[in-house]
């Protein structure tokens, strides 16, 4: 039973363009979300994250948003940059993770 | 500061063996957590240890243990391996002060292929 979803296997964004990477969980007492991405052949690294208090976090070209009542949050990288193709995984108290979703960023 | 490392990185064994993974995490970080990740499923919370003591288990059988030295580094034991163990084992450290409420900091894995 997935309580952390990130429905997007795939995602593919024009470099300078919005990505906006998705994900919804189930546990309304899950306290603190992370997003990590990654690289191949390394392993996650940590990207931003925000406390169930908050309703945005930003950090640089990174925001993430969430949204308690939807269960639902998501991480806007902008402007996007090639540099930015990984693997990106969110976590809801480093319990539980997503599936991840690839991003490509087309220079 | 010296980053997660992990050995052995990458590792073949057979059905019914046993194996043992090794992580040392960065200086001064005393929590030490387990994950493992396969081809759709993302990662895996298998547990977590602080000060020697494992204080976060998830949902894994009894065939995955590990344990905590003084020194913080942390081993993890798989017993009686299966096919499905077949995956990548990543460890993480942290201050730990916040549980698991707080930036986790990986190591580059060790990739386990069970025969």
């Known amino acids: 039973d997935q309580q952390v979803k990130q429905n997007s296997p795939s995602l593919s964004v024009q470099e300078g363009r919005i990505s906006i990477l998705n994900c919804d969980y189930t546990?309304?007492?899950?306290?603190?979300f992370l997003w990590y991405k990654k690289y191949p052949a390394e392993g996650p690294t940590f990207l931003i994250s925000?406390?169930?208090?908050?309703d945005k976090n930003e950090d640089g070209r990174f925001t993430v948003f969430l949204n308690k009542s939807a269960k639902h949050l998501s991480l806007h990288i902008v402007p996007s940059q090639p540099g930015d193709s990984a693997v990106y995984f969110c976590?809801?108290?480093?319990?539980?993770f997503g599936t991840g979703t690839r991003l490509t960023v087309i220079p | 500061k010296a980053g997660v490392t992990q050995t052995p990185r990458y590792l073949i064994k057979t059905r019914g063996q046993q194996v043992t993974l090794s992580c040392s995490p960065i200086?001064?970080?005393?929590?030490v957590s387990w994950y493992q990740q396969t081809p759709g499923q993302g990662l895996q919370f298998l547990f977590e240890?602080?000060?020697?003591?494992?204080?976060n288990k998830g949902n894994f059988p009894g065939r995955f243990s590990g344990r905590q030295f003084s020194n913080s580094r942390s081993e993890m034991n798989v017993s009686t391996l299966e096919l499905g163990d077949s995956a990548l084992y990543l460890c993480?450290?942290?201050?730990?002060?916040?549980?698991?409420?707080?930036?986790?900091?990986f190591g580059p894995g060790t990739r386990l292929l069970v025969l």
């Open positions: 925000i406390s169930s208090i908050k």
């Open positions: 546990n309304s007492m899950f306290d603190y």
């Open positions: 993480a450290s942290s201050d730990g002060t916040s549980g698991t409420r707080e930036t986790q900091y």
């Open positions: 200086s001064g970080h005393r929590s």
């Open positions: 976590a809801a108290d480093n319990l539980f």
């Open positions: 240890y602080f000060s020697e003591t494992q204080r």
